[in-house]
């Protein structure tokens, strides 16, 4: 005996009042695919051994290290007397040295705010899975949109008096622009390697590099009302 094939679409969270689906399946996603259940071992164990080994191992480097380098710190603190330059620890500083240049409210809230917003958002947006060269495919576009993406930013910082937010982003658009002129074919080993870098590689690179020249800016170049000194005047 036979039943009725009834293939209605629609939407529903009830599976046993509708049991019959009908699923259409895009370019962008893959069928469900059954496999036989294979052995699953455990790995929790191993990986809180490796753990634990690497908390002790940096604790003993940690207490050699302090036998031998005292920590730099200053005098016991004095409510009537305020160091000049005040300095936040050493992983603030490249958001102190942004507030030399910005507003509070833009370097202390606005860009904190849009850096966490982003990191937020992006795992939500179609990701490049296959981690392809930004510039392989639709090259004139892509070329385009950098070209002016990278004047607005350049014009931006220079209105703004960011000379030291310049150099890591002229580093990073000239990496990309050896990256728009080559392909996976390019007798250079380098060419073929910035060629086959995504997007993802060159904003991280320019974050990384603007992080480590304004933090190397706000904790050596920096002297009493925030004033530019060089490391070796005192």
Do not use: C
Request: aromatic share 14%; proline share 8%.
């Amino acid at each position: 005996m036979s039943t009725p094939k009834d293939f209605a679409a629609g939407i529903d969270s009830d599976q046993r009042r509708s049991p019959t689906r009908v699923v259409f399946v895009t370019r962008r996603t893959s069928a469900q695919v059954k496999v036989s259940r294979e052995d699953q071992v455990q790995t929790f164990p191993e990986v809180l051994f490796r753990a634990a080994l690497a908390i002790e191992l940096l604790a003993i480097l940690l207490v050699v290290f302090s036998l031998f380098f005292n920590a730099p710190l200053e005098g016991i603190a004095d409510p009537t007397h305020t160091p000049n330059p005040a300095k936040a620890p050493w992983y603030f500083l490249g958001l102190q040295e942004l507030l030399h240049y910005f507003p509070p409210v833009v370097a202390g809230v606005l860009v904190p705010t849009l850096l966490i917003v982003s990191l937020i958002v992006i795992p939500y947006f179609n990701i490049n899975i296959e981690a392809s060269g930004m510039f392989l495919k639709d090259r004139a576009r892509r070329k385009q949109i950098f070209y002016i993406a990278t004047a607005g930013m350049l014009i931006f910082l220079l209105l703004f008096h960011v000379y030291v937010a310049v150099a890591p982003t002229v580093i990073v658009a000239l990496g990309m622009v050896v990256a728009a002129h080559s392909t996976p074919e390019s007798p250079s080993q380098l060419r073929r390697y910035l060629a086959s870098k995504p997007l993802s590689y060159w904003i991280m690179t320019w974050f990384l590099l603007e992080l480590i020249v304004l933090t190397a800016v706000g904790t050596f170049f920096r002297g009493p009302g925030w004033s530019w000194v060089w490391p070796w005047r005192s």
